[in-house]
């Protein structure tokens, strides 16, 4: 619906593991968020990646990191993996060009930590 | 963490009814969105009011702002089944920033 796409869209990792998840966003948006949602709660901001360059962190360890792709894609990264990591992570595109921009949303990547 | 809260955290109404969702939030802001979220999964955008807005509508939501008292409220009137969904607001203190979320409130159309 929103031309956001993440994979995978369910995931098992156990403690100290790394994971990777990923983005395709919108044709032509040059910017992505990336937020943590436990369950229960509203999101919350991990970073902000625009023009493949971090552009904003939210309060979230080093092991938290992040890549841009010329291609509209990206990724989030997490090394170390804690239990408290297990949550709905999603990832948010939207053109910055000085307006009102509208974040989309994608479907999201659920990811239990055991 | 959290810039707003919102109020209530479940609300419960009979088809047709209204529904009024109530976000407060602390800092100083941009413009103020509202989210839609089924079972968890993506957030789908409903409607944004700029800070220099008081009222907005969408179809069947309408969208207050009072920035002296830092808060919003949603309604959706003629409620229906398929509105059953938890709602956040959203703030953004500069255009193209971070988005900050209340904790959002589940909303229960029972048919």
């Known amino acids: 619906e929103t031309g956001v796409t993440q994979s995978p869209t369910h995931l098992i990792k156990t403690r100290g593991q790394q994971v990777t998840l990923r983005c395709s966003s919108q044709?032509?948006?040059?910017?992505v968020s990336w937020y943590q949602q436990a369950l229960g709660q509203g999101p919350q901001f991990i970073f902000q990646?625009?023009?493949?360059?971090?552009?904003g962190r939210g309060n979230f360890p080093p092991r938290f990191s992040g890549l841009q792709f010329p291609n509209y894609s990206s990724e989030l990264n997490v090394n170390a993996l804690e239990l408290d990591d297990s949550a709905l992570y999603l990832c948010a595109s939207s053109l910055v060009a000085g307006g009102q921009e509208t974040q989309y949303f994608g479907p999201g990547t659920r990811l239990l930590v055991l | 963490s959290q810039q707003g809260e919102e109020d209530p955290q479940a609300l419960s109404i009979q088809e047709g009814e209204n529904a009024t969702m109530n976000c407060s939030y602390k800092?100083?802001?941009?413009?103020l969105q509202w989210y839609r979220q089924n079972s968890g999964r993506g957030l789908v955008h409903l409607i944004l009011i700029r800070s220099n807005e008081r009222e907005k509508h969408s179809g069947r939501l309408r969208v207050t702002l009072d920035t002296s008292k830092k808060s919003s409220s949603l309604l959706i009137t003629a409620s229906r089944a398929a509105d059953t969904a938890s709602y956040f607001c959203?703030?953004?203190?500069?255009?193209?920033?971070?988005?900050?979320f209340g904790e959002g409130t589940q909303l229960t159309v029972n048919p």
């Open positions: 044709s032509g948006h040059n910017t």
């Open positions: 800092t100083s802001i941009n413009n």
């Open positions: 990646y625009y023009r493949e360059e971090e552009n």
């Open positions: 959203a703030t953004e203190e500069t255009s193209g920033s971070r988005l900050t």
